[in-house]
Nanobody, 124 residues
């Protein structure tokens, strides 16, 4: 198993940025592809970004492409989500997730492990 703990959320003005982190413990971090998802008020959980085990492949939702960057450090057992040009509609609880596949699925149903989430609030 792997345990995931997110951090880095907070309150930020529109146009600002935040760096979210997700620290993993347990089995070998590099055995997992990683994803970031978010769930806004009254909304379903949605895909944000995913990264393959090695970090060579990255995928983004259209809504965040060009504004968010996913990365990982397999030595520090951490995956990051650098956000920029934040908008009020980015307000959500952000979750990281781990999957045993190599690439990193877009569907939340395919992920095996989840963190507790970190709140991001963007004020206008």
């Amino acid at each position: 198993q792997v345990q995931l703990v997110e951090s880095g959320g907070g309150l930020v003005q529109a146009g600002g940025s935040l760096r979210l982190s997700c620290a993993a413990s347990g089995r070998t971090f590099s055995s997992y592809s990683m994803g970031w998802f978010r769930q806004g008020p009254g909304k379903e959980r949605e895909f944000v970004a995913a990264i393959s085990r090695s970090g060579s492949l990255r995928y983004y939702a259209d809504s965040v492409k060009g504004r968010f960057t996913i990365s990982r450090d397999n030595v520090k057992n951490t995956v990051y989500l650098q956000t920029s040009s934040l908008k009020p509609e980015d307000t959500a609880v952000y979750y990281c997730a781990a999957d045993t596949s190599a690439v990193g699925p877009r569907s939340a149903l395919e992920y095996d492990y989840w963190g507790q989430g970190t709140q991001v609030t963007v004020s206008s």
